[in-house]
C-alpha cells in the first residue's frame, strides 16, 4: 500500500514537504515507470507521495517582459497549446511520449526526472531557463543547467517543491531540433540537438547549442558558441572541425540497449555539421 498526500493547495503542500520525507508526485509517467513491479503489480515507492499535479498555483503559463514561465504541473499537452509558447520551445515537447502520455506528463518531471536523455532538457540549457525552488521558509532560483547534477540527480532538498520554470525568449531566426530514436515520439532519444541562431546582416549574432543523450547531462560549449557568433554566415561551415573539437572532450556517451556509445558519438558529431553547414540556407529546421 502507498501513503498519499493530496493537499489543497501550494501552502499545505509545502507544510507537508517540511514535516515528512515524500516523493513529490506531478503526473507519473515517469515514477509510475520506475516504480513497477516485475510481477505486474501495482508501483512500489520507498516513500509517501506527496501529490501536487492538481494544484492550480502549479498549472500557469505566463509571459512577462520577454520571459515565458510555466508552471511545473502544466502539462506537455497543456504547453503545446498554449499561444504564449513559441514554436522553439514547443518543437522538443512535440517529440515526447505519445498524446496520451503528453496528456499527463509534466515539464516539471522531465526537468526533476534528470534522464541524460530528457527530451526538454536541451531545449533548457540553450535557452539559459532558470527554476524557482521553494520551501516553506524560503525561495531560490537555480538555472536548470546547475539544478541537474547528474544521472537522476538534482539539487531539489527534502522540503522544497519545483514552482516554477522561466525562459528567457529571443527573437531566433533559424532553430534547429532533431531526435534521433526508434521512433519520432514514444521513444527515449538515442541522441538529440536543439540549436538556436539570431541572425542579422548576413552575420552571426547569437548561437546556442545543446546536446542530449550522449553525457551524463545535457551539454552545450560556450566555447564553440562564442567562437561562431560574430561571423559572417559564409564563413561558418567552415568553422566545423574547430565546433566539433570544442564538444569532442564533453560528449561522453555510454552503452546500452538502444545504442552503443560509438554510434552516439557519431550521429553527435552528424547534426551538429548538417547544422552548421546548413545554417546559411533558408530552412526551416523547427
Do not use: Q, W
Not at 515537447?93 to 499527463?104: D, F, H, Y
Not at 547534477?149 to 528567457?168: Q, V
Not at 534547429?176 to 526508434?182: A, H
Amino acid at each position: 500500500m502507498v501513503t498519499a498526500f493530496r493537499p489543497v493547495d501550494l501552502r499545505e503542500a509545502l507544510a507537508v514537504r517540511a514535516g515528512e520525507r515524500t516523493i513529490v508526485f506531478a503526473g507519473g509517467s515517469d515514477l509510475m515507470v520506475r516504480g513497477r513491479s516485475i510481477y505486474g503489480g501495482a508501483p512500489r515507492f520507498n516513500l509517501p507521495v506527496l501529490m501536487v499535479g492538481h494544484l492550480p498555483e502549479l498549472r500557469e503559463i505566463t509571459l512577462d517582459g520577454g520571459v515565458l514561465t510555466i508552471g511545473p504541473c502544466c502539462t506537455l499537452s497543456r504547453i503545446l497549446c498554449h499561444e504564449a509558447v513559441p514554436s522553439y520551445v514547443r518543437a522538443p515537447l512535440l517529440g515526447m511520449a505519445s498524446p496520451p502520455v503528453r496528456n499527463i506528463a509534466t515539464l516539471g518531471g522531465n526537468i526533476c526526472n534528470a534522464s541524460p536523455a530528457g527530451d526538454s532538457l536541451p531545449m533548457l540549457y540553450a535557452l539559459d531557463a532558470r527554476i524557482e525552488l521553494r520551501a516553506t521558509d524560503r525561495i531560490r532560483t537555480l538555472k536548470v543547467a546547475d539544478f541537474i547534477t547528474g544521472p537522476g540527480r538534482t539539487l531539489l532538498k527534502e522540503d522544497e517543491i519545483l514552482t516554477g520554470i522561466s525562459i528567457p525568449l529571443a527573437d531566433f531566426s533559424r532553430v534547429y531540433y532533431r531526435k534521433v530514436g526508434t521512433r519520432r515520439a514514444n521513444g527515449i532519444s538515442k541522441v538529440s540537438l536543439f540549436a538556436a541562431a539570431k541572425l542579422s546582416a548576413s552575420r552571426v549574432e547569437a548561437l546556442r547549442i545543446s546536446l542530449g543523450a550522449v553525457a551524463p547531462m545535457a551539454l552545450r560549449s560556450r566555447v564553440a558558441e562564442n567562437m561562431l557568433e560574430s561571423l559572417p554566415l559564409e564563413a561558418v561551415a567552415r568553422r566545423v572541425d574547430a565546433v566539433k573539437d570544442c564538444f569532442a572532450s564533453l560528449i561522453n556517451p555510454i552503452d546500452d540497449m538502444r545504442s552503443s556509445k560509438e554510434y552516439r558519438r557519431t550521429v553527435a558529431f552528424n547534426l551538429l555539421e548538417n547544422y552548421l553547414c546548413n545554417l546559411i540556407s533558408e530552412e526551416d529546421f523547427s
